[in-house]
């Protein structure tokens, strides 16, 4: 005889094809956050290196600024290799630096302004850092004036 009580439920546990279901949804979105991880992860790279081929061109470029006028050209074709930059005092960087070079030119020209009809001659200096590939990270150009004798 049965009791009164018992009541069989139409339905007891979670079928396979529910199991599968929330196991592909769940792989779904933990590929889709793990891809938009190494995406972001890939972007601060790409950014970190942009700066660091930023703060080294210009810091060529300051030095080449500071020296006389008539040596400026001699900088021409400068160019250091990947893994070879060093700072002004000649003393090897590494870290960052150790993953870009970079290559200097120096062009006799003339810029005019209009408004004062005047032309000032003087040479543009064109710093570019670049990376192992040959991709340019960043170029930086200034115009440096002849001095007047």
């Known amino acids: 005889m049965r ?41 601060s790279l790409n950014a970190r290196e942009k700066i660091v081929g930023s703060i ?5 470029l300051s030095q080449i600024t500071q020296v006389p006028w008539d040596t400026i050209d001699s900088w021409h074709g400068y160019t250091e290799d990947v893994g070879t930059i060093t700072d002004p005092t000649g003393v090897a960087m590494n870290g960052d630096w150790d993953r870009i070079g970079r290559k200097v ?12 009809e005047v032309f000032i001659v003087g040479r543009t200096i ?7 590939d040959g991709r340019t990270l960043t170029t930086i150009e200034r115009f440096v004036p002849e001095p007047q004798s």
């Open 56 to 60: 080294a061109a210009e810091s060529l």
């Open 3 to 43: 009791s009164a009580y018992y009541n069989p439920s139409p339905r007891r546990g979670i079928a396979l094809l529910e199991v599968m279901i929330a196991v592909g949804i769940l792989t779904f979105a933990v590929a889709s956050i793990t891809s938009a991880i190494v995406a972001g992860q890939q972007q």
């Open 105 to 116: 030119t120096v062009i006799e020209g003339e810029v005019q302004i209009t408004p004062l």
């Open 126 to 132: 064109s710093v570019s850092s670049f990376t192992n």
